[in-house]
């Protein structure tokens, strides 16, 4: 397995962009919630979630699924040596999947989550608090930090 691109967007109605991008993308959906769906695409390989609690058509977050634990705790190394400051989650659940993960920000304070999945779970998890407070950390607005479990 190798890595994947992640691309998290906020939407207004979970049904009519779910609907849309089943249109867009020509398959359907691996999971879809009230407030969240998601469509993973093989080639090129890329994760796709939708989530409201945000500004809808604006970004949510950026991020790469590894394949494994491993390459997060490398990815981790590399991240604090190039001072970026990472955030690190261990084993925390959030957008119906449990995974071990760390956030940075790029230079205009766009979020990154690098993340493995462990597990696909059938409950959200309420917001980490510390992970907000990480977030909007240089952020120039609440709308460009991620709402639900991955900010306010």
Known sequence: ?????????????????????????GLEPAKVRADYAKFELADPPVVLSLNVGGKPGTLSHL?????????VA????????A???????DGT??????????????ADGVPWEMYALLADVEAETA????????????TASSESAPQACCGS
């Open 83 to 89: 001072q970026l400051a990472p955030f690190r989650q």
């Open 63 to 71: 991020g790469v699924r590894y394949p494994g634990t491993g390459e």
């Open 93 to 106: 659940t959030c957008c119906y999947a449990k995974a071990d993960k760390y956030w940075v920000k790029d």
């Open 74 to 81: 490398s990815g981790m190394v590399s991240a604090q040596n």
């Open 127 to 138: 917001s980490d608090p510390s992970l907000r407070a990480f977030l909007r950390q240089e």
């Open 1 to 25: 397995m190798s890595n994947t691109f992640h691309v998290a967007l906020y939407v207004e109605s979970i049904p009519d962009a779910v609907e849309q991008y089943r249109r867009i993308l």
